[in-house]
Structures are given as structure tokens and as C-alpha cells.
């Protein structure tokens, strides 16, 4: 017998597509599988969710484990519960890995209590212990910039959840073979306890926060909403997407999809522009990994002056409509139309030998 | 409709609040707050008693101190509230403190519904819900920016994924709360003085949980601290651009231009 289960990914999906938190889990979970010489599984759970497995076996996974039943359509905490700790216990999994979603937020938590063991939330690093074999799985702990290391020594699986955009995607290989083992349901309708009536789905944004080139993010040093929608604005010049810390999202001036951070978003774009962000961990777990940091604050002494390229002390609300001007004006010399007209003037100028 | 709402008393700085009106940090003077997500749960556990009667309490795990948090609760204006706090109970991961909570929902056995905040803004880790349902074997829905009761099930409004959905649970059930369902009333100072001076929180300790001490607390987590340590976040020395705000403007689009972010 195996001295080590395997490494689970609980594969999410929407609209027939795996979700990009799982991928970069299951490459995650390949460097833990390869560190402990055991294989790597993801388990989908779904209705028509078998064409998942080959996309998820060219992202890492050497088993697929699939329960494809009606009664699994939509998401629903119990019936997936249900599923996946069933197979848990007869397959005994070392480790189990799931995105820190939403949903993966929604049912790692009572998977685990269902079996009885530790689920970390919200990791940001995972490796495996030299000495014991056990994931020592790394967070950001409450304070500043303090980390804990957790472990879960004699539970299994040794569950944790990990924010989207914290691992980095690996290689696709198209040519990697795997298997694929169904699972059942072993669910009927009359044995749930939620219906779902209705689900009324938002258009989502063509890109998301993560995978932008350029986002501008507001923090609290924008101190109103009249400041926010400078920052928005600014956003729109640069033809960056909008981010924000907690608290811009806590009073309701954007989407909790735009929070970055701890508990939001892990971000690394091209360039990053902070507008009143002070620089707390709970924020820069999600975005220090930016390529180009710009930090605007009023506060010399502000965190994020200790990690930006370049810095700006200074009032949100003096600075970003500074910057707005300034790109306005630039806009006008490079605009096609301004540049035609200024031209034709001056042959006509010319024409008539000014 | 009788309703056990759970609450958590944060450390202060967890809790940032920000007056709009000056643009500043509003710090409590009080080391320790009410969590603020839970005060959603709260009023929405008020709103539902308004209509459909009942009586709701307020549970809360914690240090002595915990105390001042149902005093708040009480002065919302939840009808008991019960304190579980023992020295075994220190040091509990999201299982063991759902545990010990799953034990004291059943020792107070009468109530249709139980609702959380969505998260703590310490912990953040929003698995206390989840596994509290689980232990008490209940149907739950997190995230809900909507809560009715319909006969004999409720029904939940549910942001989830870049969508809302409607779902029907079964009673009793387990709800978290968005901070987006409703508005939180402020106590007015008469409540304070009432809930501070006439009300009572029932203390339960380790024997009121009729379990021996080793499924509390550090001892009964799966989860363990191994080590806490200081990260610095540096990235090499950051250019400060200096000047009047359009100088500076024109030298952060120059700079970025330079290097090809534009």
C-alpha cells in the first residue's frame, strides 16, 4: 500500500468550461503529487460534465473522477457535499485542493466537516513539509504583514482552499494521456433539501479583473464617492479595468468582483495603479505580484511605498484629475481626426504662402 | 419563527469603518466589536420576527469580554442571548468552534433558523456557517442578499457566481447574510442603558456543553499553527515623482510611456 493517498482538485466549471482557478490548482497539485511520488485527480461534479475530463487531464490531472447527473445541474451545496465526500471516503485522497470561489468558499468548509478535517482557508503558498510529509499550507494572518503557516497532521484529507490568481497556470499538454472513472450520484430529487426556483445570471464583464493588463484600484484614501469615480474615471483613460481594496466595496460604490486581495482577486497585470491604497497585506496578497506598481497617497509613510516603482505623494483628489488632464490633452495631439484637420490647415496655410 | 443568530466579537482594527462625511477612519475606543456582518444577520433576524413573531437569540463564543457584543445584540433588540465561554474553548479552528456552536444550538434547541454573517473580518474565512449546518445536519445557503418565509420553507435570494438565484430551503435551515440585505438599525441610548442594566447574557462553560474538553478548543481543531512570522513586502527602492500635480502627471505618463505601459 501507497505510504500517500493522491492529491485531489476539485474542478469547477461554468458553461461547460473548467474554471481557471482549478487549472491552476492542478498545476499546484502536480509539483505536491510529483514532491510526494503519488498521482494527481480532479474530481467534477456536474450534469454533462464528462467532456471536463480531457481538458482537465491536458492541465495535469492523471485521473478524472466524474459524477455526471441531472440532479447535479445546478450547484447546490448539499447534493455536491453528498458526492464528492462520498468518494472521498472510499478513495481516501492525502490532500484536497479547491479554488477559494464562491462556491469552492461555499462547500470546501462542509466537505470537511463532513470528514471530519482541517480545511485552510484562502492559502497563498503550499508546499510539503521536508521531515513529516504533511502540507504546510501559508496564509496571511490578522495584523500586518504576519503569516502563518497551518497544518493539519493527523486528518486527511488535508483540505485547502486557494484564491483565484495565486498559483500561476501551467503548460497545457494536448498529448497527455489519463483516465476517467464515473462516479454515482446515488441521489434522488426527493432526498434534497434546496430547490433552485430561479437563477438569473449577470452578463459578465469581457474580461475579468485577472486577466487585465492594466487595473487601476481605489483605496480608501479616495474618501468619497466623488473621489471613486475620479479613480473610475482614470481607469476608463488608461484603458485599465477597476479594482478596489474592501472598503470601497463594503459601501457599495462596486462589485464585490472588483475587491483585490485576501479575499478577493489575485492580480498581476502590466501595471497597477493604487489610488489612496495603503498598501495593508489583506490588499497586497492579492496584487503584489503587478508588473509596474504606481502608488498615489497622501501618506508618506504609507506600506505601499515599501513595494511600488514609482510613488506620488499626494491627494487622490488633486493627482488623478491632474493625471486625467494630461492624458485628455495627449489624446487630442495623437487623435487621428485633430492631426488630419491640423494638417490640411496648414497646406491650405500654406496653399496661400503664410 | 424562533431564530438563533451567530456572532462574533472581532479585534477593533479589523473594522474599518470610514465616515463619508470627512473622509477619516472612525476607530472604536473598545479593543473588541461586534463583527460587522453580523449586525446584518441581526436585523435580518429582527425583520423576520417583526413578521412572523417568535424570539430570537443571539450565540456567540468568546473571552469574557465577548459579553459587550451580545450587550449590543441585546440592545438591537434580541430577546436572550448566550455566552459559550470556557479556557478549553481558546484556540479553536472554524471545526472546533462550529462544534462547540453546533452543541449549544442544540441545547437551545427551539428554532426554526440560524443566521451568520457572512464572514469575520478577522478570520475572513466564512467556513464557520457551512460547518455549523453540517454538524447540525441542516440545508444551507450562503451569500443571501434576500430572506422569506413561505410556509413551511424559506426562501433565499443568493448572489453567487455574477448572478443571483432564488432557492427554496427546507426548515429549519442555515442562512449567511451579504451585508447588502438590509441596513442594521443603531440601538438608541435607552436600549444600551436596558440591555446593559436589565438584561442578562447566560453564561454556558465546558459542563454546559456536556462533552469532555478535548473536542474543544486547540485540542479538538484538526488544523494547526505551526509558526507566525513577520513578511516584509519589498520590491526593490521605489522613484518618487516630485512637483505640482500636473508636473507629476506628465512625468507618470512620460515614465509609463518609457516603459511601454501606454
Known amino acids: 500500500m501507497a505510504r500517500y493517498g493522491d492529491i485531489w482538485v476539485y474542478a469547477e466549471h461554468k458553461d461547460g468550461k473548467p474554471a481557471r482557478v482549478s487549472l491552476e490548482l492542478l498545476g499546484a497539485g502536480r509539483t505536491l503529487s510529483q514532491r510526494l511520488g503519488v498521482s494527481l485527480s480532479a474530481i467534477a461534479v456536474g450534469d454533462k460534465v464528462s467532456e471536463l475530463a480531457k481538458e482537465l487531464i491536458f492541465w495535469g490531472a492523471d485521473t478524472v473522477i466524474v459524477a455526471d447527473d441531472p440532479i447535479a445541474r445546478d450547484y447546490r451545496t448539499e447534493v455536491y457535499t453528498r458526492i464528492i465526500a462520498d468518494q472521498a471516503l472510499k478513495r481516501r485522497p492525502e490532500i484536497f485542493l479547491v479554488g477559494a470561489t464562491p462556491i469552492g468558499r461555499d462547500l470546501a468548509p462542509r466537505i470537511a466537516a463532513r470528514l471530519n478535517t482541517g480545511c485552510t482557508a484562502d492559502c497563498t503558498d503550499l508546499h510539503i513539509d521536508e521531515e513529516t510529509g504533511v502540507l504546510v499550507a501559508t496564509k496571511p494572518y490578522f495584523g500586518r504583514n504576519l503569516m502563518a503557516d497551518i497544518i493539519c497532521p493527523a486528518q486527511r484529507p488535508q483540505m485547502v482552499t486557494v484564491r483565484p490568481g495565486v498559483m500561476e497556470l501551467q503548460d497545457r499538454d494536448s498529448g497527455k494521456k489519463g483516465e476517467l472513472i464515473h462516479a454515482d450520484a446515488d441521489l434522488r430529487e426527493e432526498d434534497t433539501r434546496v430547490t433552485v426556483l430561479e437563477t438569473v445570471r449577470e452578463i459578465s464583464e469581457s474580461e475579468p479583473l485577472e486577466a487585465a493588463e492594466r487595473v487601476v484600484a481605489a483605496g480608501m484614501g479616495v474618501g468619497s464617492r466623488e473621489g471613486f469615480e475620479l479613480v473610475r474615471e482614470l481607469a476608463g483613460l488608461l484603458g485599465a479595468r477597476l479594482g478596489a481594496t474592501s472598503l470601497p466595496v463594503d459601501e457599495g460604490w462596486i462589485s464585490e468582483d472588483h475587491k483585490i486581495g485576501q479575499t478577493g482577486k489575485t492580480i498581476r497585470p502590466k501595471l497597477y495603479v493604487g489610488c489612496g491604497v495603503s498598501g495593508a497585506i489583506q490588499h497586497s496578497a492579492g496584487m503584489i505580484n503587478s508588473g509596474l506598481i504606481v502608488a498615489i497617497n497622501t501618506d508618506p509613510k504609507a506600506e505601499i511605498f515599501q513595494f511600488a516603482d514609482y510613488g506620488i505623494i499626494g491627494d487622490v483628489k488633486e493627482i488623478v484629475p491632474a493625471i486625467i488632464r494630461q492624458l485628455k490633452i495627449d489624446t487630442k495631439i495623437n487623435d487621428g481626426s485633430f492631426m488630419r484637420r491640423f494638417t490640411r490647415c496648414s497646406m491650405i496655410l500654406t496653399a496661400y504662402g503664410t | ?262
Open chain 2, 1 to 262: 419563527m424562533d431564530i438563533v443568530v451567530c456572532i462574533k466579537q472581532v479585534p477593533e482594527t479589523g473594522e474599518i469603518r470610514w465616515d463619508l462625511e470627512t473622509g477619516t477612519l472612525i476607530r472604536e475606543a473598545a479593543p473588541g466589536v461586534l463583527n460587522r456582518n453580523d449586525k446584518h444577520a441581526i436585523e435580518a433576524a429582527l425583520q423576520l420576527r417583526e413578521v412572523h413573531g417568535g424570539s430570537i437569540t443571539a450565540l456567540s463564543m468568546g473571552p469574557p469580554q465577548a459579553d459587550e457584543s451580545l450587550r449590543e445584540a441585546l440592545s438591537m433588540g434580541v430577546d436572550t442571548a448566550v455566552l459559550l465561554s470556557d479556557k478549553c474553548f481558546a484556540g479553536a479552528d472554524t471545526l472546533a468552534t462550529s462544534y462547540a456552536l453546533s452543541l449549544a444550538v442544540k441545547r437551545i434547541a427551539r428554532f426554526d433558523l440560524i443566521l451568520c454573517g457572512k464572514e469575520t473580518s478577522d478570520g475572513m474565512t466564512a467556513q464557520v456557517g457551512p460547518q455549523l449546518a453540517e454538524l447540525l445536519n441542516l440545508p444551507q445557503v450562503t451569500y443571501a442578499t434576500g430572506i422569506s418565509i413561505h410556509d413551511h420553507s424559506v426562501r433565499i435570494t443568493q448572489r453567487l457566481d455574477g448572478g443571483l438565484r432564488v432557492l427554496e430551503a427546507s426548515l429549519p435551515a442555515l442562512i449567511t447574510v451579504e451585508r447588502h440585505i438590509n441596513q442594521p438599525r443603531i440601538p438608541p441610548m435607552d436600549s444600551i442603558m436596558e440591555a446593559y442594566r436589565d438584561k442578562e447574557v447566560q453564561a454556558w462553560n465546558l459542563e454546559d456543553l456536556g462533552q469532555g474538553s478535548e473536542h474543544f478548543g486547540l485540542k479538538g481543531s484538526p488544523t494547526k499553527t505551526r509558526r507566525v512570522y513577520r513578511k516584509e513586502v519589498t520590491r526593490g527602492t521605489v522613484t518618487m515623482l516630485k512637483g505640482e500635480p500636473d508636473e507629476v502627471a506628465r512625468a507618470l505618463i512620460a515614465t509609463l510611456k518609457g516603459k511601454g505601459r501606454l
